[in-house]
């Protein structure tokens, strides 16, 4: 099976050009290029469907906004149609979820990583980090990892068993 890539909100925010938030475009890009020609898998995490929407309303003007908008729902509408080299995944169930709560006060308070110790795993975070475990569990004889500029997020990988 081909490695499974799930895909951090500055990598989504990068291969979808939004403004304020595109600085490292063109290296994305080529990399995404390159998981293709790979036959990578990729997951786009709920969370980082809602966290790409939050900053897509917060930057720019309306108009800028509006387009950045219309691109983004384009681009998750090809994802149900398969047209898109990616899917979105799956929501959780409420009690999962509600699993995930009891573990948070302990997430958000260990430093983020050595260089952000003033602060912790956001909830979003930890749920992208939930998808993860879930994949290694799912997938255990794939590579499986999270496509992230953030330094914390970078360190999940699964290599093939």
Request: hydrophobic share 35%; with cysteine.
């Amino acid at each position: 099976m081909s490695s499974i890539c799930l895909i951090d909100t500055s990598i989504l925010l990068n291969i979808l050009d939004v403004p304020n938030r595109n600085k490292e475009r063109e290296e994305i890009l080529d990399k995404f290029s390159e998981f293709i020609q790979l036959d990578c898998s990729f997951i786009i995490p709920m969370a980082v469907v809602i966290e790409t929407g939050n900053h897509i309303a917060q930057n720019g003007d309306g108009n800028t906004r509006r387009a950045i908008a219309q691109k983004f729902i384009e681009t998750l509408e090809q994802t149900f149609t398969g047209e898109a080299p990616f899917r979105i995944a799956d929501w959780d169930t409420q009690e999962k979820i509600r699993e995930w709560l009891h573990e948070f006060p302990s997430h958000a308070q260990k430093n983020k990583s050595p260089t952000r110790t003033g602060e912790g795993t956001s909830f979003g975070d930890l749920s992208i980090i939930k998808e993860f475990e879930k994949s290694c569990s799912k997938f255990s004889m794939s590579e499986i990892f999270i496509w992230s500029l953030d330094e914390d997020l970078k360190t999940y990988h699964q290599n093939q068993s």
